[in-house]
């Protein structure tokens, strides 16, 4: 069974650059799609993005200019890199399979807050 | 973008009895493309269906999925204490995906 893990710094400084690393075991990351899912404090999920197996990306439009999602299939890794972060990015962000949009295995989640 | 709105917010009831969660859509949703998942406090989503009503690998089937078109259920027939926890429904027929703001399942 795929197994998923977020990694990254859980303190991350306004207008800077949110950086998180996903990696997979029991698996290819080829074998599948991948998302990343975020859920504020005490609030809801929110999708960001998925990445494609065949390179296509889609993220959600009003992240769009902020968000780049890249796979490193030698490592077995996703990641994501969020520009110029505010308070309103802290969250429990989590890395996810997409099975044709809906997410079947999950990472933990890893908690970012935005601070100075 | 499609709003999705879960009811009620809070659902009390006592194991044993039987759960309605409602999502329901902004516009129709393409291909009834939507998924609930299960998620208790510090923990991951689970996924519990997919496809409107297609339940999940390992899913008890005393969850079940149901709805088309704007309007879509999830069912629980008899609560367990295990199935205490928040619900989301989320849509994947058409970008950019979304998910309802969440229905929490209390004890009674």
């Known amino acids: 069974q795929v197994q998923v893990q977020e990694s990254g710094p859980g303190l991350v400084k306004p207008s800077e650059t949110l950086s998180l690393t996903c990696t997979v075991s029991?698996?290819?990351?080829?074998?599948?799609?991948w998302s990343w899912i975020r859920q504020p404090p005490g609030k809801g999920l929110e999708w960001i993005g998925s990445?494609?197996?065949?390179?296509?990306?889609f993220q959600k439009p009003s992240l769009k200019s902020r968000v780049n999602m890249s796979v490193d299939t030698s490592k077995n890794q996703f990641s994501l890199r969020l520009n110029s972060v505010t308070a309103a990015d802290t969250a429990v962000y989590y890395c996810a399979t997409d099975g044709g949009g809906y997410s079947l295995y999950w990472g933990q989640g890893t908690l970012v807050t935005v601070s100075s | 973008e499609i709003v999705l709105t879960q009811s009620p917010g809070t659902l009390s009831l006592s194991p044993g009895e039987r759960a309605t969660l409602s999502c329901r859509a902004s516009q129709s949703i393409n291909r009834n493309l939507l998924a609930w998942y299960q998620q208790k406090p510090g923990q991951a989503p689970r996924l519990l269906i997919h496809g409107a009503s297609s339940r999940a690998t390992g899913i008890p089937d005393r969850f079940s999925g149901g709805g088309s078109g704007a309007d879509f259920t999830l069912t629980i027939s008899r609560l367990e204490p295990e199935d205490f926890a928040v619900y989301y429904c989320q849509q994947y027929g058409s970008s950019p995906r979304t998910f309802g703001q969440g229905a929490k399942v209390e004890i009674k």
């Open positions: 029991g698996g290819s990351i080829n074998s599948y799609h």
């Open positions: 990445l494609f197996s065949g390179g296509s990306a």
